[in-house]
């Protein structure tokens, strides 16, 4: 079972339904039911939003999902549910999650925001490259709705990138933590792609 994080901060049906189709067995969980927690194969946090609404959600449960976590459980974070992975954010003022060092940066002011609509990975490390992204290529593009982005403390922790304005981290991978900045579940073949690598990450 997969867990989606029900937390009032996402698309959570069209998650719900891309996960069935890659044969994920999604379950919708409340903040309040950490024993569903405990018994899942991987966890998902989407997210569309304000960075500090869906801290403020989270945190009631912060503690426990690292203990989860630290376990070896999976995680995947989507679009703000990525951002909440990280330190801290200039949207906001709450202490994200602290999965993975660094802090959530706004994209210039060159550039129209929110970036919205399809672009495609360059990835960092080819010679490390990320489970997540088996069978994707550089040529693949996604659908990013987005006007922060994700600064990692080390650069490693990033396995692709885009480009929008300024380069910036659109998939992160540190131990059983994932990010994507972009939407799987709006970015068709492709995305349902990502979504079913997750669940081969999860079945392990």
Request: hydrophobic share 40%; aromatic share 10%; proline share 4%.
């Amino acid at each position: 079972m997969i867990a989606i994080m029900n937390y009032g901060m996402g698309n959570l049906f069209s998650i719900y339904n891309s996960m069935k189709k890659v044969n994920g067995e999604p379950e919708l969980v409340s903040v309040g039911e950490i024993n569903m927690l405990r018994q899942a194969d991987g966890i998902i946090i989407p997210g569309v939003g304000a960075y500090d609404d869906g801290m403020r959600r989270l945190k009631p449960i912060a503690d426990e999902l690292r203990e989860i976590l630290s376990g070896g459980v999976p995680l995947l974070g989507i679009c703000i549910g990525m951002q909440l992975l990280f330190e801290e954010s200039e949207e906001g003022n709450e202490r994200g999650l602290s999965l993975i060092p660094g802090r959530v940066v706004r994209l210039p002011e060159t550039v129209r925001v929110p970036h919205m609509g399809w672009n495609n990975l360059h990835f960092s490390y080819s010679e490390i490259l990320s489970e997540i992204l088996e069978g994707i290529s550089e040529h693949d593009y996604f659908y990013f709705v987005h006007s922060y982005y994700c600064a990692p403390r080390d650069e490693r922790h990033i396995v692709a990138f885009s480009e929008y304005g300024v380069r910036f981290a659109a998939v992160v991978n540190i131990d059983n933590i994932y990010g994507v900045q972009f939407h799987p579940e709006k970015s068709s073949k492709k995305g349902l792609h990502i979504l079913k690598n997750f669940v081969h990450i999860c079945k392990r």
